[in-house]
């Protein structure tokens, strides 16, 4: 199913006076910390590695690690108010000294004060850090009172209702995802509801999967194919989101894409929301490699997670302040292949050729803003990119810096 390029690819009319912004430009503009970041202050939780980081007092800042971030109106006039069964607060607001020894304002849980004081009172005495220290206890409570924080959102009005997805939080030094290892799972420091991070500035991890088609196919028995030499691509599969999307309707996507919930991991991912979002085999996918016997020319799966793209966004308003990990797959499939809508978050998909994609990046509205980065990264990857020179400021404006407030 397809529309014309005329209603894919909208362009912008500008006088002869106006600035038109480079690609470059309108990539770097995706990037919002520099922009609202002075509104905002950092969320720590404690979390000490080892019985050698035992704190010396209870004020103490070394065992403490950034997990996010809240903008400062946010944090006085809803986050404070959030209250467990108890009628205990969830968060507080201190001082505590950055890397640097400056004094930041800072937000943290209420529970790790006590946390902190036992562990304080453990170093003191006779009690093991293990038993001080019990991640699984205190990974439970901690995502009990991010629950907590959840319906307090609810109710006054700031989310409309739960997802079914919960993302993890990892503390900010965490910089590779490997979803399903043990030494993944211990530094999920707590699970939180998917419509809830994003207040709390809490990593946003997103998958896509990007369906190409080449010019013509390959056979075992082709020169190229046995030189490795990979013919031209012809066009790449968009996704139109359903205009009932609670963000960006009837934008243009991959042709796969979702948010990364903390029991999948990358790949597995990848493949589900391909499956649920435009019918693509999950074999594809799961079984497609090198050393797959049921691997054929024309159905080529790249991995290509170990390079995510990092940008920090916002909402347009300035809220909702976080760092989006965008992770990519590449699945060159069959020319007589066609995507289709199975559940109901797409509308249509487009094959666009990379003459459209390039013309839609460099001066479109259709695509969903983010994404313009994510597809980018797709055509950089495959050299179709024409007439840019930016290359290696492109691909900084796709990889930022972490921003850090403490």
Not at 15 to 41: N, W
């Amino acid at each position: 199913r397809s529309i014309s390029t005329s209603q894919s690819t909208a362009t912008v009319t500008m006088s002869s006076t106006s600035h038109v912004p480079s690609l470059l430009e309108r990539i770097r503009a995706l990037d919002k910390s520099a922009e609202v970041s002075h509104q905002y202050m950092a969320l720590i939780m404690y979390h000490p590695r080892s019985p050698s980081s035992h704190v010396a007092s209870e004020s103490d800042s070394s065992s403490y690690l950034a997990v996010g971030h809240a903008q400062t109106s946010f944090v006085n006039s809803t986050l404070l108010n959030c209250k467990n069964e108890d009628g205990d607060p969830i968060f507080v607001k201190g001082e505590f000294p950055n890397e640097s020894g400056v004094m930041t304002e800072v937000l943290r849980l209420h529970m790790d004060i006590q946390i902190q004081k036992e562990m304080t009172q453990s170093q003191q005495g006779t009690r093991y850090y293990d038993d001080a220290y019990n991640y699984t206890k205190i990974f439970e409570q901690r995502t009990s009172a991010f629950e907590h924080v959840t319906n307090h959102l609810i109710s006054a009005g700031v989310i409309a209702r739960k997802h079914s997805d919960l993302y993890p939080i990892f503390p900010f030094a965490v910089t590779s995802l490997c979803g399903g290892s043990e030494n993944y799972k211990k530094e999920v420091l707590a699970h939180i509801n998917r419509n809830t991070a994003p207040y709390l500035g809490i990593d946003s991890v997103g998958v896509h999967l990007h369906c190409y088609v080449c010019e013509y196919e390959q056979t075992a028995g082709d020169d190229s194919c046995n030189n490795n030499k990979k013919p031209p691509i012809k066009g790449l599969w968009l996704q139109k989101r359903a205009p009932t999307k609670s963000h960006h309707p009837n934008c243009w996507d991959p042709t796969a894409a979702g948010g990364h919930p903390a029991d999948l991991s990358l790949v597995e991912n990848v493949a589900k929301e391909a499956q649920e979002e435009a019918g693509v085999p999950p074999e594809w996918i799961l079984q497609n490699d090198s050393s797959n016997t049921t691997n054929t020319p024309d159905i080529i799966f790249s991995d290509h997670t170990h390079d995510p793209l990092t940008i920090t966004t916002a909402k347009p308003d300035g809220t909702c302040l976080k760092r989006s990990l965008y992770y990519s797959c590449d699945l060159r499939v069959p020319c007589d292949w066609n995507p289709i809508p199975v559940d109901g978050e797409v509308s249509e998909f487009k094959l666009y050729s990379m003459q459209e994609l390039e013309e839609e990046l460099r001066f479109g509205n259709s695509v969903r803003p983010a994404m313009r980065a994510v597809l980018l990264d797709f055509m950089m990857r495959h050299g179709v990119l024409k007439e840019e020179q930016n290359f290696k400021e492109l691909r900084d404006a796709i990889h930022r810096e972490r921003l850090i407030l403490w």
